[in-house]
């Protein structure tokens, strides 16, 4: 792996009894898919993604931009987080946390050169900070991320960024 993009899911709107992507969400993430085809450059990619509807359709968007196979893309309920968590998903906030989410990077950073994580504020709130600490002994303050965004993580440079 050498390069990390924790991605918060494309802006939403109900739909019955679920939150799918708003056409603003699908704009933003097709967005965002360019930038991180730009920094990808042809290398091979992963998506993780929580099983929210707004997650998955999000990473689905990603996965097209970047020519993936349906093969390419996980989901992993503990990446859900949030008020909407059904009450058979564990969740990130109820049972698991930045422990186990750096677990589920280490499991994964040998799939691909790049390994997408799409998932909900506060994973894109915990994550980059803990990834940053634990990786490269560095304390970061990153900006709140918002909806259609990505922190990249260059574990290169061990530099982030904020993309779109």
């Known amino acids: 792996?050498?390069?990390?993009?924790?991605?918060?899911?494309?802006?939403?709107?109900?739909?019955?009894?679920?939150?799918?992507?708003?056409?603003?969400?699908?704009?933003?993430?097709?967005?965002?898919?360019?930038?991180?085809?730009?920094?990808?450059?042809?290398?091979?990619?992963?998506?993780?993604?929580?099983?929210?509807?707004?997650?998955?359709?999000?990473?689905?968007?990603?996965?097209?931009?970047?020519?993936?196979?349906?093969?390419?893309?996980?989901?992993?309920?503990?990446?859900?987080?949030?008020?909407?968590?059904?009450?058979?998903?564990?969740?990130?906030?109820a049972i698991f946390g930045q422990k186990d989410l750096m677990a589920l990077v280490e499991e994964r950073k040998e799939k691909a050169d790049g390994l997408i994580m799409v998932t909900h504020f506060e994973v894109v709130r915990d994550l980059p900070h803990c990834f940053m600490d634990q990786a490269f002994q560095q304390k970061v303050k990153i900006p709140e991320v918002g909806k259609g965004q990505a922190v990249h993580i260059n574990l290169e440079r061990r530099t982030y960024q904020i993309i779109p």
Request: charged share 15%; proline share 8%; hydrophobic share 35%.
């Open 1 to 93: 792996m050498k390069h990390f993009f924790v991605v918060r899911h494309g802006s939403y709107h109900s739909h019955g009894r679920e939150d799918v992507l708003s056409p603003l969400g699908h704009e933003q993430m097709m967005t965002l898919g360019r930038f991180i085809k730009d920094i990808l450059h042809g290398s091979s990619a992963y998506i993780c993604s929580s099983p929210a509807p707004r997650a998955v359709q999000s990473a689905q968007i990603l996965g097209n931009a970047l020519s993936l196979p349906s093969s390419s893309l996980e989901e992993i309920p503990y990446l859900w987080s949030g008020s909407d968590v059904p009450n058979d998903n564990p969740g990130y906030a």
